[in-house]
């Protein structure tokens, strides 16, 4: 069983739209959360952080956890040509940045 | 500020040869992160660094891969010899404290053929 699962995608919406990206994570233990964007053979790069239930929101980003559920989401608002890219779930439980990736989901937004 | 850099961002080596990837993390940067992608697969840790000292290397997958960071600065990560299965996109990240934002390279990719 994979510890952080995500649904490969690719994941197509129109521009201006939601963008709704999930994620499981298997270990109860995990206690921070990451949302990492990477276009095609750059760097991941971190878009939002969340450890507390409930929701985080920055700019068009939106970050959901559910603890119970163990489950982790992230929308984006207003859905951009330039948001196309993979995005990376992680889970971290150990406070010294040991993260466990789920595969990526890739995301298309059509003009 | 520059940010991560890794080289070569390219190896392609024969099975049983040797490769060193080198990892330049954020200057400033005390912990240093390797990561490993294998093809279709998920990003795994390797090991952790801070400073100088392995603080983790649970990830390592066997003994024919060799990090070291001399003077706390620079990372190479050693594989002899190559095996196909080793493959894949290596990235090196940084960050200022254990658990700040991690800041990750375009990463090396290694094929072993």
């Known amino acids: 069983q994979k510890e952080v699962e995500q649904n490969s995608g690719p994941l197509s919406v129109p521009e201006g739209a939601i963008a709704s990206l999930n994620c499981t994570y298997s270990d109860r233990g995990s206690q921070s959360f990451f949302w990492y964007r990477q276009y095609s053979g750059k760097s991941p790069e971190l878009i939002m952080f969340i450890y507390s239930n409930g929701d985080k929101e920055d700019g068009r980003f939106t970050a959901q956890l559910n603890k119970a559920s163990q489950y982790v989401s992230l929308l984006i608002r207003d859905s951009q040509p330039s948001d196309s890219a993979t995005y990376l779930c992680a889970a971290e439980g150990g406070g010294g940045n040991k993260l466990t990736f789920g595969t990526g989901t890739q995301l298309k937004v059509e003009l | 500020e520059a940010g991560v850099t890794q080289f070569p961002s390219h190896s392609v080596i024969e099975k049983g040869q040797t490769v060193t990837l080198r990892c330049d993390p954020i200057s400033g940067h005390d912990n240093l992160y390797w990561y490993r992608r294998v093809m279709g697969k998920e990003i795994k840790f390797l090991l952790h660094?801070?400073?100088?000292?392995?603080?983790?290397e649970s990830g390592m997958p066997n003994n024919r891969f060799l990090a070291e960071r001399t003077g706390g600065t620079y990372s190479t990560l050693k594989v002899q010899p190559a095996e196909l299965e080793d493959s894949g996109v290596y990235f090196c990240a940084s960050s200022q404290r254990p658990g700040g934002e991690l800041f990750f390279g375009e990463g090396s990719r290694l094929t072993v053929l």
């Open positions: 660094f801070v400073k100088e000292s392995k603080q983790d």
